[in-house]
């Protein structure tokens, strides 16, 4: 695609699908005057996987597998949705200790992603001194996670009823001197986003989202905290262990870039905390408990907060083995919306940062619904899609 003149001064700058900024596709639409973005357009849906599709054709157990595939970086947390909304609609309840395991992968796991996205957002920034830190630290708790799992990434660690494995003495101790090293990283992290002067002059005052804006526009996860919006799930609506280690939520009321960092590196502060007291306080029992092989039929949404915000599942079940319909969605499709108000204003050159700074995902957002309105030709009901009649209409 190439540059095109609108009006005299005011060009319209195409980013993407394929472009070298972009580690995703993605494709953007920046109308600027000089440097100045005056409007911004965002289309998605360059990665369809199927992956709902696919579900309605697998059992629940081969489901969460599937699941877990959603996105590399929240395979835990995507598992954990799907496994409690499945336990639910069989009125099955984990034990006590696979419930507290599930929270200490979970916050895990959120270590590694914010970590992560700071060196992501870092480089966007220019400041590749940062990313290359924060990356080696992330080595860390990944090999935490390898200890427990076997596994980097896809950990892999729910199974319906319970988890898979347990955590022994040696490797709490481990896990302890882990997170001791990460957090006093993290404090080195922390005065860095606040008092280095080129970082700040990235970050402070891009991207400017108010309260009222954030609550206005569905903004979930440290984005929307990041502008004083008291949202998180596991406060909200707390689910697994969480009842019995309540999480102290951050907030900030910034709004902008810089305090979007500060509430990510708050949160793995909150995050080591919380990964300790489970450890202390790990209850004593089972690992899983029995689950029938075919699920009350029913509707259930389950919501967890995923590192990035509030991930939600919706599963239909029929009475079979095998789920009716599965729905996802993921914190960043609600983030996306945030991006074209936030964008006008600034400079074409603080859109990397801006785009970083609502941690996206274009691969785990990415779903196609087909909607038609009654009276429109070939409008089906779903048994006749089921049956395969005339086409299909979602």
Request: hydrophobic share 40%; charged share 25%; proline share 5%.
């Amino acid at each position: 695609m190439e540059i095109k003149k609108v009006d005299e001064g005011k060009f319209v700058v195409p980013i993407g699908p394929q472009h070298p900024a972009l580690k995703e596709p993605g494709h953007f639409e920046f109308t600027v005057d000089g440097e100045i973005v005056m409007d911004a357009k965002v289309r998605l849906g360059f990665v369809h996987r199927g992956i709902e599709k696919m579900a309605e054709q697998r059992t629940y157990t081969r489901d969460l597998y599937l699941m877990e595939r959603v996105c590399g970086i929240c395979s835990h947390v995507h598992g954990t949705a799907f496994t409690l909304g499945v336990e639910k609609l069989a009125g099955v309840t984990a034990p006590p200790r696979a419930q507290a395991i599930r929270v200490i992968i979970a916050e895990l796991e959120r270590i590694h992603s914010h970590l992560l996205w700071l060196g992501v957002a870092a480089h966007e920034g220019g400041f590749d001194t940062l990313f290359m830190y924060s990356w080696r630290d992330r080595e860390t708790v990944m090999d935490l996670l390898e200890l427990l799992s076997g596994n980097r990434v896809h950990y892999s660690a729910n199974v319906l009823g319970g988890v898979k494995f347990d955590i022994n003495p040696v490797q709490t101790d481990q896990i302890r001197r882990g997170v001791d090293y990460l957090e006093e990283r993290t404090q080195f992290y922390q005065k860095v986003v606040t008092t280095d002067n080129t970082f700040l002059g990235r970050t402070r005052g891009v991207g400017y989202m108010s309260r009222e804006q954030a609550e206005l526009q569905g903004a979930v996860g440290p984005t929307a905290r990041a502008s004083g919006v008291t949202r998180d799930v596991r406060v909200d609506a707390p689910y697994s262990f969480y009842p019995q280690t309540p999480v102290q939520i951050v907030l900030d009321d910034g709004g902008d870039l810089t305090a979007r960092f500060i509430v990510r590196i708050k949160e793995l502060f909150e995050a080591y905390r919380l990964v300790r007291l489970l450890l202390d306080n790990l209850p004593e029992g089972e690992l899983a408990t029995r689950m029938p092989r075919r699920i009350p039929a029913g509707e259930v949404i389950s919501r967890v907060e995923a590192p990035r915000g509030e991930l939600m599942y919706f599963i239909r079940s029929n009475g079979t083995d095998m789920p009716e319909r599965v729905k996802i969605r993921t914190p960043s499709l609600c983030n996306w919306g945030t991006i074209t108000s936030t964008a006008v204003g600034l400079k074409l050159a603080d859109m990397p940062m801006l785009l970083a700074g609502i941690d996206p995902c274009f691969s785990c957002n990415d779903r196609m619904i087909r909607v038609r309105r009654a009276g429109e030709p070939g409008v089906m009901t779903w048994d006749q899609i089921k049956a395969g009649k005339g086409g299909w209409s979602v």
